[in-house]
Every structure is written in C-alpha cells, then in structure tokens.
Nanobody, 115 residues
Framework: QVQLVESGGGLVQPGGSLRLSCAAS????????MGWYRHTPGKQRELVAQ???????NYADSVKGRFTISRDNAKNTVYLQMNSLKPEDTAVYYC?????????WGQGTQVTVSS
C-alpha cells in the first residue's frame, strides 16, 4: 500500500520560510514524478512544483525564485523549501507522486502566512 507522509506545515509571518517534506513508501515501482500541489477554498488545486527522478524541475510562475523543490531518491522523499512567503501562499499543500502510472496523494498540510 502506497503512503505519502507529509510534514512541515504551519503558521509563518510574511517574508518567512517553511520547509515541507514528503516521504513516499509502499510501491514496487519507482516514483518518477514527485511534487506539491496546493488548494485554497474557492479555487482549483494548482501545481506548485514538481521534480522527476532525474532532477528535472517545474514551478508555478507564482513561486519561481522563492520556492525550491528537491528530492532524495534513496529515501523516496521530496522537499519544498519555501522562502519569502506571502499571504497568498496560504493553502493546504498536498504531496503528489506518480508510480507505475498511478497518481498518489498525501493527506495535506496547512500552510498559513499571516502577521
């Protein structure tokens, strides 16, 4: 059974930083894509950042230059370093992974940017 376990969300002031982590386990295939989406009430879930097993990255325009995605393939873990956070970054962040052509999702972690 595939599991994605997230950690690292919380409350931070504008301009602050947070680091999200997501550990994937339980698949007999590799996790080719790993990444993060976010959802705010009233909006569609949007891609924040994505990374392949070979290190190719993709970012939403709204986070380029502020967020950095990385992964440790040996640990099947993906990280999202979020710097210069803005109130509009407030959302539930979901870890996403693709393994064996199946999409998997974490349970979500709340990130709140507020003074």
């Amino acid at each position: 059974q595939v599991q994605l376990v997230e950690s690292g969300g919380g409350l931070v002031q504008p301009g602050g930083s947070l680091r999200l982590s997501c550990a994937a386990s339980g698949s007999r295939f590799s996790f080719y894509f790993m990444g993060w989406y976010r959802h705010t009430p009233g909006k569609q879930r949007e891609l924040v950042a994505q990374i392949t097993s070979s290190g190719i990255t993709n970012y939403a325009d709204s986070v380029k230059g502020r967020f950095t995605i990385s992964r440790d393939n040996a640990k099947n873990t993906v990280y999202l370093q979020m710097n210069s956070l803005k109130p509009e970054d407030t959302a539930v962040y979901y870890c996403h992974a693709v393994s064996g052509d199946i999409n998997y999702w974490g349970q979500g972690t709340q990130v709140t940017v507020s003074s």
